[in-house]
């Protein structure tokens, strides 16, 4: 392989408008060793701060540093970067990042590239901590460590890639959703296909932060590695180690530890939202083991989320909902009743061929890079169930002062939370961003399964 040079341009950058003070990235140096190892040093201001990196190269190598023509080489060749990069950083009043090309940036004919002086140049970009990059992935194996999580700025930079194995398994990948501040349609207008017609009037709704979300359902081999205090029945076998958790209930996710039983007032008034979890529940020991803020999200943020910027009568791809059994626009997207690639009986104890729940991120992913936000698994949220909530707001429906109790009426007892995005023994129509589906916080149904939010410091 030619030996790259890259010894002669860098380039630092910061992001855009921040609530907190932006750090700011100075004194880029590159040089390459004769082993082709490239070294980057650079300077940072109003640390701590995340930093990611980039690498670009212009055929004019007298290109000017704001010249349109810089290319990124893509992030696959060159997310082994390691170092001071990918994470949160801090207390040095020089910080390095090595990167072996060779190793990733191979060419067409692997035997690599070899660039002109001045023909590459690093991009260093400091993140503030309230605006962090797109994606954040966390270790939740038997190793890991609290706010060891490392971030990247877009998918193709998330190293294995976003569908590799070991964000099903030992690791959380979670997207970040621009929500804050945007007015949006919750709901289902009248003329959509197999709407309910009592839960899902529309009204508008204003987030009031960014957060991040799951890229996928958590899977059996994910609560296995951090409930290991758990009694729920899963099985572990070769073909479920990456399908999504189910059998669960809300109760022992949040309120309690290996029980669906009816959580107790203490329970409820202790360990409700806003209040943390409790400590040896599921979302517990997971905040214990990242040192993150996770939770279930609220409803509101699922629906955001899933609709990937989509309205009544769209599926998060921007096809449109055609039929409320079996929708042809659907197939592409998710498992729901029918629609088991495998053929066979609709059975959770089959394996994905033969009529099960399926592999989490086997369907295509939304627009926003979200997987099995239509079918797999009914997903638990925050939120007592209501019919209609179209009077707050988008606001998570549970009151603070009587956590036993919806939001919107303090003398109505609360008695199902809410469930979202259909499942594997459902029609199509229950796989609708705005479907809602009532559920008992005790139940642990074969198509009860969840995902993560966090808000990782996001504003």
Known sequence: MNIKQLTLAAIAATTGVALAAIPEVSNVTMTQAANRLVTITYQLTDAPAVVTLDIQTNAN???????????????????????????????????????????????????????????????????????????????????????????????????????????????????????????????????????????????????????????????????????????????????????????????????????????????????????????????????????LDFDLPSEAQWEFAARGGYGSGYWNNGTAILDSTEDENLKSLGRYLGNNPGGGTEDSSLAPSAGGTAIVGSFAPSDWGLYDMHGNVWEWCLDWCENDISEINGKTNIDPVSPAKPLSDANVTGSNRVARGGAWNGKAQYSRPAGRNPISPTYRGAFNGFRVVCQGGLQ
């Open 61 to 291: 190598t007298s290109a000017a540093a704001n010249d349109p023509g810089w290319t990124s080489i893509g992030g696959v060749a060159v997310c082994n970067a390691q170092g001071d990069v990918w994470k949160q950083v801090s207390g040095k009043a020089t910080y390095t990042i090595t990167w072996q090309p060779d190793q990733s940036w191979k060419g067409p004919d692997e035997n690599g590239f070899k660039i002109a002086a001045n023909g590459a140049r690093a991009r260093v970009t400091a993140w503030p901590l309230d605006n962090t990059p797109d994606y954040m992935a966390v270790d939740v194996s038997a190793a890991a460590q609290p706010n060891t999580q490392t971030y990247y700025p877009a998918a193709d930079f998330v190293p294995g890639g976003v569908t590799n194995s070991i964000y099903k398994t030992t690791k959380l990948l979670m997207r970040k959703i621009m929500a804050k501040g945007v007015e949006w349609t919750m709901g289902s207008a009248k003329t959509e296909v197999g709407r309910n017609s009592t839960r899902e009037e529309t009204h508008q709704v204003t987030l009031s932060n960014n957060y991040y979300i799951g890229v996928y359902e958590v899977t059996q081999t994910q609560w296995g590695e951090v409930a290991t205090n758990s009694t729920v029945s899963a099985s572990f076998a070769a073909e479920r180690t990456m399908r999504p958790m189910e059998k669960v209930c809300y109760n022992e996710i949040r309120l309690k530890c290996n029980s669906s039983a009816a959580a107790t007032a203490d329970e409820i008034a202790n360990y409700s939202w806003p209040k943390n979890p409790n400590p040896s529940s599921f979302l517990g020991l997971l905040r214990s083991k990242t040192g």
